[in-house]
């Protein structure tokens, strides 16, 4: 499912571009608050291909993020500033992890993060499914 909805989100991307409609953009990029702790829930995923910084990624085998749609500030998000060295640090239970953003999650709110299923299993067994109750914070 979630390759069903990257694939969906470049279609519009593309139709956008052909059309001239403009994409709604998220916060500037100085609004990322680098630093700020949040709480949420994380989920993970194993897909392979290309992540939204224009990567390719390998979710079952790599540690990485996706980083929900409202936090990025670009309509094309290989131009967004996420892509250029910001992570995500994760703690839950006492253990704390830091992976790169290298991918968008259309369907998460704001506070929820879909982590790699290699970085997710360094925080939780992977039947869990989802974790409410972390903490999480974008760093440089």
């Known amino acids: 499912m979630r390759k069903f909805r990257r694939m969906r989100f470049a279609a519009c991307t593309v139709a ?5 409609i403009a994409l709604a953009a998220g916060p500037a990029s100085a609004d990322i608050p680098i630093g700020q702790k949040m709480t949420g829930k994380m989920t993970y995923y194993n897909d392979r291909g290309y992540g939204a910084c224009g990567t390719p990624i390998d979710a079952s ?4 993020v996706a980083i929900p749609a409202a936090w990025w500030t670009t ?6 500033p996420l892509c250029r060295g910001v992570s995500v640090e994760v703690s839950y239970n006492g253990k704390t992890i830091r992976v790169p953003v290298r991918d968008k999650c259309p369907s998460c709110d704001r506070t929820h993060i879909d982590l ?3 970085a997710f299993g360094k925080l939780a067994p992977l039947d869990r499914g989802v974790v409410n109750g972390i903490t999480w914070k974008f760093v440089r």
Do not use: E, F, I, Y
């Not at 956008?16 to 001239?20: L, R, S």
């Not at 085998?61 to 990485?64: A, E, K, T």
């Not at 309509?75 to 967004?80: L, S």
């Open 16 to 20: 956008a571009a052909v059309t001239g």
């Open 61 to 64: 085998s790599q540690d990485l």
């Open 75 to 80: 309509p094309n998000p290989n131009n967004d």
């Open 116 to 118: 790699s299923q290699t």
